[in-house]
């Protein structure tokens, strides 16, 4: 989910930039010399994980996993998406170097605020897993659509149709990252419980 | 796994200083996506065009790469043509397509596509390794640089981790189909591929520790500024003023 080059004014593109910077400033302080390389390797599975393709009837759509990603970095969540952006956006011309900002600010903040809701609720077990890691990804990815139709409407007023075309193709990955964060998060619960409560 | 497709070759772009190649880069890529002339992006477009010339990045590939970027156009062309008011084109019905609703995702595209040009001409022919040098270079903060590498490096391993999981499925005769089954398959696939990253970067992380490893790597390389960096950084800067003032 990213926005292309030369769609998007200035201030919006340099406001993307400030607030992923704080972002990432506050992840840097956060961020301990033992967690370097787990936030690395997170982050590269996180881009690996972006190559599964489910089929939904004639098409197939690709796993976004932020609120996923922001549950297992918690505080870095803005490094760890941050990179793998800037490595798409170098290699793949997917987003771009101007709107890595926005791009950037797009996919971390709503993965950041699942952080925030979810992981309590994740230690405290008060809902099932399942439940928590359904809204979790879903909570997620309908935050990143909203906000890249919001972007995208800074750009002007004709772009409001635009804005909801992206944000309802962006319906049924909604639900699609809803079931995979659950499931993906019971598993890990079964399999590897400490990496939900470090 | 290659990802870095266009960083090997022997042209002038190829052997020129990364941090050369990123000063000239940022200028370029903001005054094409900020400018709205159309006659300062056609002449970005033409600059990129022949950047990517002067690169002798091949043809076919580059051709995939721009078709990735103008996927997103299409949004933009259904669009923007019957929701910008404006001097009337073609009727059709109730839909109505303004000559400015056309001017402008042909502007975007053209900027979309001189911003791709210029990323894969200019910091796509150096490798990744040497890009993130050049960002220690660039003031960016080390610890960041630091987990980028990691990131990197880590990437192929646990694509071929991917890749076996892969094989392993298809061996047990799973096919993806839109269903449950599938969903689940997937998501314990994805589950286990974030816990074996989680262990591998413990194991690594013990043996970096073994070797005295403080959160970032002494450098033993260092780049130096060669007679063709100047005049090259001279010729693209006089370039993006021409462009500036026309």
Redesign the interface.
């Given at each position: 989910m990213h926005?292309?080059?030369?769609?998007?004014?200035?201030a919006t593109?340099a406001g993307g930039y400030a607030a992923s910077a704080a972002g990432?400033g506050m992840g840097?302080k956060k961020?301990k010399?033992?967690q370097?390389?787990?936030?690395?390797?997170?982050?590269?599975?996180f881009?690996?994980?972006s190559?599964?393709?489910?089929?939904?009837?004639p098409t197939?759509i690709h796993?976004v996993?932020n609120g996923?990603v922001g549950l297992?970095t918690g505080w870095s969540c803005f490094?760890a998406i941050g990179?793998?952006l800037?490595?798409q956006?170098?290699?793949?011309?997917?987003g771009?170097?101007?709107?890595l900002g926005i791009n950037t600010l797009t996919m971390a903040l709503p993965a950041f605020i699942s952080f925030l809701i979810f992981s309590p609720l994740l230690m405290r077990q008060s809902m099932p897993v399942v439940l928590t890691g359904f809204l979790c990804g879903f909570v997620s990815v309908f935050l990143s659509a909203l906000l890249l139709s919001l972007s995208l409407v800074t750009a002007g007023e004709?772009?409001?149709?635009?804005a909801k075309?992206?944000f309802a193709?962006n319906t049924p990955l909604m639900v699609?990252d809803g079931?995979?964060?659950?499931?993906?998060?019971q598993?890990?619960g079964k399999?590897?419980p400490e990496?939900l409560t470090s | 796994m290659q990802l870095e497709v266009f960083s090997q070759g022997r042209s002038l772009l190829h052997i020129l200083d990364p941090r050369v190649k990123l000063l000239v880069y940022l200028p370029f890529i903001l005054l094409t996506a900020l400018s709205n002339s159309l006659v300062q992006v056609p002449a970005s477009l033409a600059t990129a065009t022949t950047l990517a010339g002067i690169a002798r990045i091949p043809g076919p590939r580059l051709f995939q790469r721009l078709a990735v970027v103008n996927l997103f156009m299409v949004f933009l062309w259904i669009t923007l043509p019957f929701s910008i008011p404006g001097e009337p084109l073609w009727n059709a019905g109730p839909l109505m397509m303004s000559r400015e609703g056309v001017t402008l995702p042909f502007l975007i595209t053209l900027k979309a596509n001189a911003i791709a040009l210029y990323t894969i001409s200019l910091p796509g022919t150096s490798t990744v390794m040497s890009l993130s040098h050049a960002m220690l270079h660039l003031r960016l903060p080390g610890k960041l640089v630091t987990v980028f590498y990691f990131f990197y490096r880590y990437i192929s391993v646990i694509a071929d981790e991917y890749a076996r999981m892969l094989r392993m499925l298809q061996a047990r005769g799973f096919h993806a189909t839109t269903s449950i089954h599938t969903i689940k398959v997937y998501a314990f696939f994805t589950g286990m591929l974030f816990i074996k990253s989680h262990e591998r970067s413990e194991r690594v992380y013990n043996a970096l520790l073994m070797r005295n490893f403080h959160g970032e790597f002494p450098l033993l390389a260092h780049f130096r500024l060669s007679r063709q960096d100047l005049i090259f950084s001279c010729f693209m800067s006089c370039l993006f003023l021409t462009i500036i003032l026309l």
């Open positions: 926005i292309s080059e030369g769609v998007l004014p200035l593109l990432i840097l961020l010399d033992e370097l390389v787990k936030t690395a390797m997170l982050s590269s599975a881009f690996v994980a190559f599964i393709h489910i089929p939904v009837g197939n796993l996993l996923f297992l490094i990179i793998a800037l490595l956006a170098l290699l793949f011309q997917f771009g170097i101007t709107t004709s772009f409001m149709p635009a075309l992206v193709a699609i079931l995979i964060t659950a499931l993906a998060l598993f890990i399999v590897k990496m | -």
